[in-house]
Structures are given as C-alpha cells and as structure tokens.
T-cell receptor, first 113, second 113 residues
Framework: KAGVTQTPRYLIKTRGQQVTLSCSPI?????VSWYQQTPGQGLQFLFE???????NKGNFPGRFSGRQFSNSRSEMNVSTLELGDSALYLC????????????FGNGTRLTVT | AQTVTQSQPEMSVQEAETVTLSCTYD???????LFWYKQPPSRQMILVIR??????QNATENRFSVNFQKAAKSFSLKISDSQLGDAAMYFC??????????FGTGTRLQVFP
C-alpha cells in the first residue's frame, strides 16, 4: 500500500506570493490533516478534513486555507506569504475514526524569501 | 486547554541500553489517546506506540513500551535494547477523538555505539 504522498518536497517563494501544497492520502483513508512544523513553534495543527468537510481548524490566520476532494486528496493554500510562513508542512491521513493512528507524509519544506 | 510537555530537550543512550523519555499532559477529557511519534532526519513522522486512556494496561510494541499514569497525567516511553536506528526526535502527542494532535516540543535522542 502506498504511503501518504506530499508534493512538492521543496518550495521557494517570495513574500506576498501564494502557494498550494498537495497531499494524497493512503488509499481508503478519508481523513486528512495538516500540520506546520517550525523550530520556534514546534508542531502545530492547521486543519482536518473528513469526507470533503473541514472538521477541525487550528489557530491560524485566514491566509491559510485548505480543501479536500471527493477522492480524499487534499490541498492547502497559503496566500500573501510572510517570512514566518517558512516551515515544514506535514500532511497526515487516517481512517478518521479518532482512535485510528495518523500516517504522515514526508512533508513539504516551504522557504519564503 | 490541552497541553503536552516534554521536559527533556535531549537524551543520550548507549547501544543496547535502556532509555526513558518523559511526557506529561493536561486535559479535561476522560477519554482520549496518547501517542509517541519518531521523526528521523528523513522528516517523516513515524508512529511508535499509542495508548487509549480507558485502557489501564500499558501499551508495548517490541522494544518500545510506555508507563501510563492516568491520575498523574504522565506518559513516558521506554526504549529497551537501544539501536543506532533509534536516534531521532521523539514527540509525545495527545488527541481527543479527532485527528487534531497536540504535540510536545520533542526530545532529541542520540544513540552511541
């Protein structure tokens, strides 16, 4: 079974631009969640999608948004990029039952210059 | 608010020895889940072990075991017969029936031959 796939692996953007990150979950998984990892703030929850509906949202500004498609693939978008958005963005998928473990992808390293 | 605290930024152990990583958490829920994740330099978060709060028995996975003290809100990870491949960042995490994980700040484990 293929694991969680995140694309691209690396991204360099300029302040003010926008970016879209993609996540393909494990086959059969209906829940996708996103996390931001930085040296200063650690791992922080961004949002969780289940069957195309946002089920949970973290404490991030509205510039951060996401969506999930009918095939469970998910995208997250960050608009008007700031230097502080530089981070490793991790996507995880699960069966979505709350008790089921999360399986993480390798992440997308975003650098904002 | 749910919080997870890892008070050991770094730990080291000699190959074949045993090491224990500490984690405390705070929650007002009575039914929840606790996890230990490992993040090697490859960046991918790997689930090491998980514990359901309603189960009194401590979880074990081969060389990995936990000491779950619900009243004390403590969830430590014991790694027996440490191997070089165990070197990584270890994150303790907590969730309540969703895929929203609250992570600790992590403990970097070094394994010496």
């Amino acid at each position: 079974k293929a694991g969680v796939t995140q694309t691209p692996r690396y991204l360099i953007k300029t302040r003010g631009q926008q970016v879209t990150l993609s996540c393909s979950p494990i086959s059969g998984h209906r829940s996708v969640s996103w996390y931001q990892q930085t040296p200063g703030q650690g791992l922080q929850f961004l949002f969780e999608y289940f069957s195309e509906t946002q089920r949970n949202k973290g404490n991030f500004p509205g510039r951060f948004s996401g969506r999930q498609f009918s095939n469970s693939r998910s995208e997250m978008n960050v608009s008007t990029l700031e230097l502080g958005d530089s981070a490793l963005y991790l996507c995880a998928s699960s069966l979505g039952r709350g008790s089921s473990p999360l399986h993480f992808g390798n992440g997308t390293r975003l650098t904002v210059t | 608010a749910q919080t997870v605290t890892q008070s050991q930024p770094e730990m080291s152990v000699q190959e074949a020895e045993t090491v224990t990583l500490s984690c405390t958490y705070d929650t007002s829920e009575s039914d929840y889940y606790l996890f230990w994740y490992k993040q090697p330099p490859s960046r991918q978060m790997i689930l090491v072990i998980r514990q359901e709060a309603y189960k009194q028995q401590n979880a074990t996975e081969n060389r990995f075991s936990v000491n779950f003290q619900k009243a004390a809100k403590s969830f430590s990870l014991k790694i027996s017969d440490s191997q070089l491949g165990d070197a990584a960042m270890y994150f303790c995490a907590h969730s309540y029936n969703t895929d929203k994980l609250i992570f600790g700040t992590g403990t970097r484990l070094q394994v010496f031959p």
